[in-house]
């Protein structure tokens, strides 16, 4: 499957994601693992994002 990804408002053209891929992120603060998300909210609204697991107490 392939997907644009936007990272803290920077877009990245047409990452490959698989299920192998994504268990492999961690967040760089704490170390948790990092997941696909779906922006709610604001001008990003139905775009794909990285959030650490253990937001709100890491703020990545």
């Known amino acids: 499957m392939i997907k644009t990804l ?9 990452i490959c994601l698989s299920s192998e891929w994504d268990d492999s992120l961690i967040c760089p603060r704490c170390g948790g ?3 696909l998300r ?3 909210k604001g001008q990003n609204t139905g ?3 990285y ?3 253990n937001f709100p107490q890491c703020r990545i």
Do not use: P
Request: proline letters at 0%.
């Open 6 to 14: 936007s990272l803290r408002g920077r877009v990245q053209d047409n």
């Open 47 to 49: 775009k794909y994002f």
């Open 33 to 35: 693992k990092l997941l």
């Open 51 to 53: 959030g650490c697991a």
């Open 38 to 40: 779906t922006a709610k």
